[in-house]
């Protein structure tokens, strides 16, 4: 499972400075984000350099709405007091750090509601996402930041499955 930034289309510098500000995330910080919650070296010092054009367009930005899936743990979900939580949570709370910006939830009930809110502009990005072909008329995405695989768990009769496609073929 790649999990991505899905971040709207019209707004091309946001998409590039989350992916500037991705490089500069050291592996031992992904090491240890991945350990804290998937149970598989922080440098929370480190700036991003920004271009002047960056960060102006920040400043007259101000605040970036996200959307979530609001139960998707330990990748994200809100708790029970409104806050956005998991993996994706501190991720944004370390480029809030990272890139002097402020990140602000836009709540949704469910996921495709938060798929819904991107694609009205109520919201900038969402943090946890799937590079789909279908969204990529209103989204670019990042680099994956979280990498999982998916597995999937047959009789030892039906044999090895290489790709989810072959589950169309053998229902």
Same mark, same amino acid.
């Given at each position: ?16 400075? !989350? ?9 031992? &910080? ?11 070296? #922080? ?9 002047? $054009?960056? &960060? $102006? ?25 409104? &806050? ?5 949570? #501190? !991720?944004?709370?370390?480029f809030e750090k990272r890139m002097n ?11 495709? $509601? ?16 799937? #590079?789909?072909?279908?969204?990529? #008329? ?15 768990? &047959? ?17």
């Amino acid at each position: 499972q790649n999990l991505n930034i899905a971040i709207r289309k019209d707004w091309p510098e946001l998409h590039a400075l !989350f992916v500037k500000a991705m490089q500069v995330v050291p592996q031992r &910080t992904l090491a240890e984000l991945d350990q804290r919650w998937l149970k598989a070296e #922080d440098d929370t010092q480190m700036k991003i350099t920004l271009a002047k $054009e960056e &960060t $102006e367009y920040l400043k007259q930005k101000g605040i970036i709405k996200f959307c979530t899936f609001p139960d998707y743990r330990p990748y994200e979900w809100i708790s029970d007091k409104g &806050t956005h939580d998991g993996i994706s949570a #501190d !991720f944004l709370n370390l480029f809030e750090k990272r890139m002097n910006v402020k990140f602000e939830l836009v709540p949704t009930q469910e996921w495709g $509601e938060s798929l819904d809110n991107i694609r009205e502009k109520k919201c900038d990005i969402l943090p946890i996402s799937m #590079d789909v072909a279908s969204r990529h #008329d209103v989204m670019n995405f990042t680099t994956s930041y979280i990498v999982q695989p998916f597995v999937v768990v &047959t009789r030892l009769e039906s044999g090895f499955i290489n790709d989810v496609k072959e589950l169309e073929k053998n229902p």
